[in-house]
C-alpha cells in the first residue's frame, strides 16, 4: 500500500503535470471507484480547474474551482499515470476513472477496487484530516508529540506506527524499515522501550521517510512516459520483502512474521 513516500512522490508529479488545469472530459469506468452517480461527478468536476494539490496521511486531496474536493486513497494496488498526448502509454492497471485536460491529457486513476477517488465537499475533507494523527513529516511532530502517542499505550509498537490515528502516512513497508533502522523488534510492547530506543525511533522516523521521498518510493510503476524516479527505494529496502536473505548489516538471516495481522520483517540481531 503506498505510504508518504509514494503519495508524496505522487503530489509532486501531480503539481508539475496538471495543478492549474481545466479538466474537460471525464470517464468513470468503475462507478464503485467512486463514492457519487456518474452524472453528479461529471457536474462537480468537468469544465473545472485543479487548484490545489495536497496529501494528508495518505491521501491524496485535488482541490477544485467548483468548491469541492476530490479525495483519492490507493488502499493496497490503486496506482495513477498521466498519459500525454502523443508519447507511448503504458497504464499500471486497468483505467478506472479518467480526467481529460485541455491539452488532451489524460490522468488515469487505475486498480481502484478497494481504493477510491471521492468527490467531497470541504467539511468532509476537514473530517479526514480531523480523523489523522500528525504528519511526521510536519513541524508539529515534536518529540514531546511523539512521546504523549506513546503514553498510555500498551499495545506492541508495530501496530502502533501503522495506527493512523496514531501518526498518519506509515503503513508495513515502512514501519519495518523504521523498526530496522531504530534497532527495535516489530513486537517490542511499548511500555518496555527505554528513552534512548524511543529518541532514535523519533529521529529514524522523518529522516527514512524523506530518504524514501528523494529515492522516489517503492511503486515500481512510473507515473508517466518520463518518470524515471518512481521504486527507487527498493534496492534501499533492509528489511521489508526480504525474508530469508541476509542482513546487509550483519549477515543474519531476515526472519518474517505476523505482527498485528500484517507481515512484519526483522533481523534478530540487529533488533531487540
Ligand atoms: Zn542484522
Known amino acids: ?54 496529501r494528508c496521511g495518505k491521501y491524496l486531496i485535488l482541490s477544485l474551482s467548483s468548491g469541492k474536493a476530490l479525495c483519492a486513497h490507493m488502499m493496497l494496488d490503486g496506482r495513477i499515470y498521466y498519459e500525454v ?49 500528525p504528519d511526521p513529516l510536519d513541524s508539529g511532530f515534536s518529540f514531546t508529540a511523539f512521546l504523549k502517542i506513546l503514553s498510555a499505550k500498551r499495545g506492541m509498537i508495530k501496530p502502533l506506527l501503522m495506527d493512523q490515528k496514531n501518526i498518519s502516512g506509515i503503513g508495513n513497508a515502512y514501519s519495518n524499515e523504521i523498526l530496522f533502522a531504530a534497532g527495535i523488534l516489530p513486537e517490542r ?33 512510473p507515473f508517466a512516459f518520463w518518470d524515471n524516479l518512481s521504486g527507487g527505494m527498493i534496492p534501499y529496502f533492509k528489511v521489508y520483502d526480504r525474508s530469508g536473505q541476509p542482513c546487509l548489516q550483519c549477515g543474519d538471516t531476515i526472519r518474517q512474521k505476523i505482527v498485528g495481522g500484517r507481515n512484519a520483517y526483522y533481523c534478530l540481531t540487529c533488533q531487540h
Open 189 to 221: 510492547k511499548v511500555p518496555t522501550l527505554t528513552d534512548g530506543e524511543k529518541e532514535r525511533l523519533y529521529s529514524v522516523i522523518p529522516d527514512l521517510l524523506r530518504q524514501a521521498i528523494e529515492k522516489g518510493g517503492y511503486i515500481e510503476e
Open 85 to 133: 498526448a502523443g508519447e507511448p502509454v503504458e497504464l499500471p492497471g486497468s483505467s478506472h476513472i479518467q480526467l481529460r485536460f485541455e491539452d488532451d491529457s489524460i490522468l488515469h486513476f487505475c486498480d481502484l477496487r478497494l481504493g477510491y477517488l471521492k468527490l467531497l465537499d470541504p467539511s468532509q475533507v476537514q473530517a479526514i484530516k480531523d480523523g489523522l494523527g
Open 1 to 54: 500500500m503506498p505510504e508518504i513516500p509514494e503519495m508524496e512522490t505522487y503530489k509532486d508529479y501531480l503539481q508539475l503535470s496538471v495543478l492549474g488545469k481545466k479538466i474537460v472530459g471525464t470517464e468513470i469506468v468503475r462507478e464503485r471507484s467512486t463514492n457519487v452517480p456518474p452524472d453528479e461527478f461529471v457536474r462537480w468536476v468537468q469544465d473545472t480547474s485543479i487548484e490545489q494539490v495536497l
